[in-house]
């Protein structure tokens, strides 16, 4: 059964930078999509980057876009989230999420349409 395992979150302050990684355990894991989400203490979970596994396909919130970076390492099973500029309002738990079929480009910006997720790593931002 294939796991993503997340690291990398901690505490910085505002303008720091932070880099999560999601590796997933198992062999032959292929999937057709890869996103993170966060969710914030009283917020729904919500929406940051995806990137098809395949084609590299990139796609970011826009309260992100330009600070940071999704990517993958498909030899290594691994995608990251490259956080730059970060700001007090990016604090959250930051969750990384596989879909395993097609899902239109639109619809995998919610979090319904993946089947496996990581156990969150926290990331706060201090001012």
């Known amino acids: 059964q294939v796991q993503l395992i997340e690291s990398g979150g901690g505490l910085v302050q505002a303008g720091d930078s932070l880099s999560l990684s999601c590796a997933a355990s198992g062999r032959a894991f292929r999937p057709y999509t890869m996103g993170w989400f966060r969710q914030a203490p009283g917020k729904d979970r919500e929406f940051v980057a995806r990137?098809?596994?395949?084609?590299?396909?990139?796609y970011y919130a826009d309260s992100v876009k330009g600070r940071f970076t999704i990517s993958r390492d498909n030899a290594k099973n691994t995608v990251y989230l490259q956080m730059n500029s970060l700001k007090p309002e990016d604090t959250a738990v930051y969750y990384c999420?596989?879909?395993?079929?097609?899902?239109?480009?639109?619809?995998?910006?919610?979090?319904?349409?993946?089947?496996?997720w990581g156990q969150g790593t926290q990331v706060t931002v201090s001012s």
């Open positions: 999420a596989a879909a395993l079929g097609f899902v239109p480009p639109v619809q995998t910006l919610q979090p319904k349409n993946y089947e496996l």
């Open positions: 990137i098809t596994w395949s084609s590299g396909v990139l």
